[in-house]
């Protein structure tokens, strides 16, 4: 990889490195843009093959997160880090790594205000939270905002109201069947908001008793894994994994609607032109899964849960000019999402 090639394509920015060989950190803090306020992203600290694969991953991401808080609104700009995690990491390593982490954030004066990602918990956060003000997602007995997810499934629920608004013309959920991938954190708090709608649940997850939960709860009815995607549903809600919408699912959804909180749930960006063409509507996962960390991002600027609140629910305004406008100029919804994100940037910068 180019590195400069790179960060010219994805229109960078600035690419922060530290490293210790006594400790064996070596970390990366991608900041993809400044325009709207300081950047937000959370910290990574998984394995990876190469080096290249880290500094990657960590830009590919910082410039999602960019867009992500463009489309909802919030005064941040996009970024990410990445703690490449060494081979036989021991507990005592680990900490020395994350306290190193939270000096670098702090040296950065404000710039970045890191968080949770994989690989990372909130008692790091806690323990970054010793070392520098810029870090979300604290625990509530650090002074912090505490779990995101039910505040996520709200999010996901307001913009999967929007696409009922707009795909089946109605203002209520009563009656409608989703079929939802996961039921873990987010996917019991979906189903929860769902059930109390009205809704008729199809659950699926990897975990049984995640499944058994929803199905005593809700009276959800389960299918196996494989299962879910051929599902006859009104909306499918994918709440597990990324990449779940590829060439082999789509043939075989029975939807009119995907949205669902996981991430990057389109294998390729191709795959929102797939999705069009079999007449379903995709509520672009990063606008659909934007109320955590408006939640954590509110908290974190002091503004208060009312004005959290008052911005999750803006989710289904947006998602709803998304599919109007996607729908007026014949385009996939991820592309129009996308497009917003650039305009409302480069209205900040003219
Ligand atoms: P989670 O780990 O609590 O839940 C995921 C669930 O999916 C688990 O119960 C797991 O057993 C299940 N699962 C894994 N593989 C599966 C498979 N092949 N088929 C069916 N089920 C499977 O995670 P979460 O916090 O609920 O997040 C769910 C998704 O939403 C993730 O993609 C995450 O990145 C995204 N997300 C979460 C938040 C949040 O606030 N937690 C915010 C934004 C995005």
Known sequence: MDLF??????????????????????????????????AIGGCRFIEYDTTDDAIRDA?????????????????????????????????????????EFGEFVDSLDGDYITAEDSGTSVEDMNRIGEKTDYVLGRGPDKGGS???????ATGVRRGLEAAVKFDLGRDDLDG?????????????????????????????????SSVDRCVEEFGAESVEPDEIYGVDCDIFAPCALGA?????????????IVAGSANN?????????????R???????????????????????GEGSEAAAERIDGIYDTMLEILQRADAENKPTGHVTNQIAEERIQAARD
């Open 5 to 38: 090639d790179y960060a010219d394509e994805l229109d960078y920015g600035e690419l922060h490195f530290k490293v210790n060989p006594e400790t064996g950190l070596h970390a990366i803090v991608a900041i993809h843009d400044l325009t709207l306020g300081p």
């Open 59 to 99: 830009m590919r991401l910082g410039r999602g997160m960019t867009y992500k808080a463009a489309i909802t609104n919030l005064p941040h700009g996009g970024a990410k880090s990445v703690l490449a995690r060494p081979k036989n990491l021991d507990a005592h390593q680990r900490v020395e790594i994350i306290d």
């Open 146 to 152: 505490g779990d995101p997810s039910p505040h996520t």
């Open 176 to 208: 409608l069947t989703v079929a939802i991938q996961g039921v873990g954190a987010v996917g019991y708090h979906l189903a929860k908001q769902l059930h109390e709608r009205g809704v008729n649940l199809v659950v699926t997850d990897v975990d049984q």
């Open 244 to 256: 779940i919408l590829n060439d082999g699912t789509i043939p075989e959804l029975k939807c009119d």
């Open 265 to 277: 749930q389109l294998a390729e960006s191709r795959h929102d032109a797939q999705l069009m063409e």
């Open 279 to 301: 007449g379903i509507t995709y509520a672009p996962d990063y606008l659909v899964n934007a109320a955590g960390l408006i939640y954590v991002a509110s908290f974190y600027s």
